[in-house]
């Protein structure tokens, strides 16, 4: 799977978007970008995934460039509940491949 | 909740004891995973399960020895474990593993057992 490289912290105002950056500039063409977060004493949680096209769910958004090397998740509107580890990960087959990942803390 | 259960959430066990670890999904899927998440470490697959068959095992040694009897339900057994293997071991389901296919299913985790081996 290709390396992603991710800021190790970044902090938050409530209510204002996060914009969470991701690069993985060694990725080919059939690998998937997805975005997991884990609150603190928790599994994992599955957030978004995309290959090209930006993506939009009920928890975020994904924004992939054009050539593929980097990609930004997008929590809209954060929450205090949404201070977590994050971790973006490219997958080219079953496996999900976890690095250290962005600590968020979202401050009131 | 996540549909995925883990028995018990925490263990404390001394170097000699031998405890299992229950993982319980109610997702209807067929692929089951063990991670070890230690401190200050990211997280690390051991064992994957397809359709009750392990298909994969991560160089994992072999005082941790996992069973699946069916597709819901997956255990870890640990014997003579080592202060080292303290860690949090979570537990997640997928739909089914096809690599021919090129698609790769989302994993659910369930909350995870806090280990610590005294």
């Known amino acids: 799977d290709a390396k992603t490289t991710q800021p190790p912290s970044m902090d938050c105002a409530e209510g204002r978007a996060a914009n969470l950056p991701c690069n993985h500039s060694?990725?080919?063409?059939?690998?998937?970008v997805y975005w997991y977060r884990q609150i603190h004493s928790q599994g994992p949680q599955y957030i978004i995934h995309?290959?090209?096209n930006n993506e939009t769910n009920e928890m975020a958004s994904l924004i992939i460039t054009e050539d593929r090397k980097s990609s930004t998740l997008i929590l809209p509107h954060a929450t205090l509940r949404d201070t977590a580890v994050y971790y973006c990960?490219?997958?080219?087959?079953?496996?999900?491949?976890f690095g250290a990942g962005t600590t968020v803390t979202v401050r009131a | 909740e996540t549909g995925v259960t883990q028995t018990p959430r925490h263990l404390v066990m001394g170097m000699t004891n031998k405890k299992s670890l229950k993982c319980e999904q109610h997702?209807?899927?067929?692929?089951m995973y063990w991670y070890k998440q230690s401190a200050k470490k990211p997280l690390e697959l051991m064992f994957v399960?397809?359709?009750?068959?392990?298909?994969e095992n991560n160089s994992v040694p072999s005082r941790f020895s996992p069973e699946c009897p069916n597709s819901s339900h997956l255990f870890l057994h640990l014997h003579t474990l080592q202060p080292e293997d303290s860690a949090l071991y979570l537990c997640?389901?997928?739909?089914?593993?096809?690599?021919?296919?090129?698609?790769?299913?989302?994993?659910?985790f369930g909350p995870g057992t806090r280990l610590t081996v005294l």
């Open positions: 997640a389901s997928s739909r089914e593993i096809r690599p021919a296919s090129g698609t790769y299913n989302e994993q659910f």
């Open positions: 060694t990725i080919s063409g059939n690998e998937y």
């Open positions: 995309g290959l090209k």
């Open positions: 990960i490219v997958r080219g087959h079953y496996k999900l491949s």
């Open positions: 997702l209807g899927h067929n692929a």
């Open positions: 399960y397809n359709f009750k068959e392990q298909t």
